[in-house]
Nanobody, 120 residues
Framework: QVQLVESGGGSVQAGGSLRLSCAASRSTYCMGWFRQAPGKGREGLTTINGAGSTTYTDSVKGRFTISKDNAKNTLYLQLNSLKPEDTAMYYC?????????????????WGQGTQVTVSS
């Protein structure tokens, strides 16, 4: 089992920035960030594997940056140039086998989420 705890969400104005963190109880092969807006399905945003290779969905490429501190087993997501449509609950996910998938069924471990609200 892996426990994931997100933090760093909040309310910002459009164009602002936030940095999300996800503390993991142990290391895993893959970690990623997803989000879910009210009334919508969960959307995969970005992943990073054990070698440090990253993937990004088109909607956040160039604005969001994923990184990981292996010594602290902590995942980060830097959110820049935020837009009102980025408003959602942001979730950290992890898996020991697969990586790079946007399907949430491919991730065995999930955090409780942290809310990001962007006002215009």
């Amino acid at each position: 089992q892996v426990q994931l705890v997100e933090s760093g969400g909040g309310s910002v104005q459009a164009g602002g920035s936030l940095r999300l963190s996800c503390a993991a109880s142990r290391s895993t092969y893959c970690m990623g960030w997803f989000r879910q807006a009210p009334g919508k399905g969960r959307e995969g945003l970005t992943t990073i594997n054990g070698a440090g290779s990253t993937t990004y969905t088109d909607s956040v490429k160039g604005r969001f940056t994923i990184s990981k501190d292996n010594a602290k087993n902590t995942l980060y997501l830097q959110l820049n140039s935020l837009k009102p449509e980025d408003t959602a609950m942001y979730y950290c996910a992890a898996d020991d086998v697969r990586c790079g998938s946007w399907s949430d069924s491919n991730y065995d471990f999930w955090g409780q989420g942290t809310q990001v609200t962007v006002s215009s």
